[in-house]
């Protein structure tokens, strides 16, 4: 069982460069999420969903994209890289209780 | 809404010695509270929850924590600090289904603790 399953770990992007971080879960979770950690800030939701089709945003959602084609995946793009979006970034997943964690990308924006 | 406070953000400890690692929440809902644990350069685990049970939570390595609505709080406590408790401790509220029970963490404590 694998949990969530975070790629890449690491990853070094140049300003205005696109990606997307993979996130997916074999649990059949319902709720995933996405947070990125800065030093002294905590976590921050970036974007939710309550399940296939239906996403949201959260406290910082500028600058990034969600979709939710299927149950078990979650990917998050950046459109055009800033290094503002320096951070790591986690995925999580839950039935409705506690939230399972993935273990982190993290993302550098030169 | 909901938010969560927590009131110190270093604690220092000596091996030994109980650790106290206080949090205040607010909340719209009947919260879920929750205390994740993160060490240097790892991922999140999760300490204990809070889910409307009993009010005293014991979650694992020995941590608890007690869900106190007349002063909307939700201290976690350990009766003897091991070097190991080193780490960064986050407390959480989630409240709103139709929010997917999103997480809403506290800028978090780090735990310090010295021989």
């Known amino acids: 069982n694998a949990g969530v399953t975070q790629t890449p770990k690491f990853q070094v992007l140049k300003t205005g460069q696109s990606m997307t971080l993979q996130c997916a879960q074999d649990?059949?979770?319902?709720?995933m999420s996405w947070y990125r950690q800065d030093p002294g800030m905590g976590l921050r939701l970036i974007h939710y969903?309550?399940?296939?089709?239906?996403?949201d945003q959260g406290e910082v959602p500028n600058g990034y994209n969600v979709s939710r084609s299927t149950t078990e995946d979650f990917p998050l793009r950046l459109l055009s890289a800033a290094p503002s979006q320096t951070s790591v970034y986690f995925c999580?997943?839950?039935?409705?209780?506690?939230?399972?964690f993935g273990s982190g990308t993290r993302l550098t924006v030169v | 809404a909901q938010s969560v406070t927590q009131l110190d953000s270093h604690v220092s400890v000596s091996e030994g010695t109980p650790v106290l690692l206080r949090c205040n929440y607010s909340?719209?809902?009947?919260?879920?509270l929750f205390w994740y644990v993160q060490h240097p350069n790892k991922g999140l685990q999760l300490l204990l929850k809070?889910?409307?049970?009993?009010?005293l939570v014991k979650g694992i390595n020995g941590f608890e924590a007690e869900f106190k609505k007349s002063e909307t709080s939700f201290h976690l406590t350990k009766p003897s600090a091991h070097m190991s408790d080193a780490a960064e401790y986050f407390c959480?509220?989630?409240?709103?289904?139709?929010?997917?029970?999103?997480?809403?963490f506290g800028k978090g404590t780090s735990l310090l603790v010295t021989p």
């Open positions: 999580a997943s839950s039935r409705g209780g506690g939230y399972t």
């Open positions: 649990m059949n979770h319902e709720y």
């Open positions: 969903s309550v399940g296939a089709g239906i996403t």
């Open positions: 909340s719209s809902y009947s919260p879920s």
């Open positions: 809070y889910t409307s049970a009993a009010t």
């Open positions: 959480v509220v989630s409240d709103q289904p139709n929010s997917g029970y999103a997480l809403n």
